[in-house]
């Protein structure tokens, strides 16, 4: 794909939950398009949908209605099963609270998505050793969860979430969990990676100060995209 095309399409996503007897329209007829390379942010208050919109380009729920297509493929119809498969060969997840395995070596929790792929032992740690040297960590492969910093730990988790080499990078507050000294490092690693690897990564945050990293931000309120603002 060349960095002109969408790698992302959303046209008029709708979501809605039955919660008892009501329904609560979390969506209402988002259309979005996001291009290969790019560094963006989804903002808004708590309720807005950010979190939703985020569940369903991550192929983590499906919209009610409307159309998402990831790479070319609509996706917002497939089954779990294979949405599953396309969460695990394109896109990868890094979330406020790190969500490492415990008593396990930063290198075996880079590892962990590659368990689910046919690639080999020795290839997968190859691999891990790599991501985690490009996300500062080199020295620290052997060292457990327990015995790193929060920054440590959040390398960590990027370290994971790049190794199946996706074309997406889906980061839910990031730096939520950080000092701000910190969490300035791990944005400026999310920059290295847009601007090195041209990997697109999507920012979900209620932070200005995360959203300003990012070229696009999007503006979510009610369910619908208020503002759309470009560096």
């Known amino acids: 794909m060349s960095s002109n095309n969408n790698l ?6 709708k979501k809605v939950y039955t919660i008892g007897e009501t329904q609560v329209h979390a969506l209402r007829g988002v259309s979005y398009s996001i291009q290969e390379g790019d560094l963006m942010a989804i903002m808004g208050p708590s309720g807005s949908g950010k ?5 369903i380009i991550g192929c983590l729920d499906r ?21 599953a498969r396309i969460r695990n060969k394109k896109i990868g997840f890094v979330f406020q609270t ?3 395995l415990a008593r396990t070596t930063a290198l075996e929790n880079t590892e962990l998505p590659l368990l689910y792929s ?3 032992v020795k290839e997968a740690r ?17 060292h457990k969860t327990n015995q790193l910093s929060g920054g440590e730990q959040q ?7 790049l190794v199946n080499n996706p074309s997406l990078l889906l980061a839910d507050e990031p730096t939520g969990n950080l000092d701000s000294k910190t969490g300035k490092e791990i944005m400026d690693i999310f920059k290295k990676l847009n601007q090195e690897k041209n990997i697109t990564i ?13 070229r696009k931000r999007i503006y979510l309120r009610d369910g619908q995209i208020i503002k759309e603002e470009r560096d």
């Open 202 to 214: 999507i920012l979900v945050t209620h932070d200005p100060d995360v959203a300003s990293a990012a």
């Open 98 to 100: 790190f969500n490492l």
């Open 63 to 83: 919209p009610t209605e409307g159309k998402y297509i990831l790479d070319g493929q609509e996706v917002s119809t497939l089954d779990k099963n294979r949405l």
């Open 51 to 55: 979190s939703t919109l985020m569940n």
């Open 126 to 142: 190859e691999m891990a050793f790599q991501v985690l040297a490009e996300v500062g960590l080199k020295g620290r492969e052997l």
């Open 155 to 161: 390398r960590v988790a990027i370290a994971r979430s």
């Open 8 to 13: 992302i399409q959303l046209e008029d996503l």
């Open 118 to 120: 046919d690639t080999p």
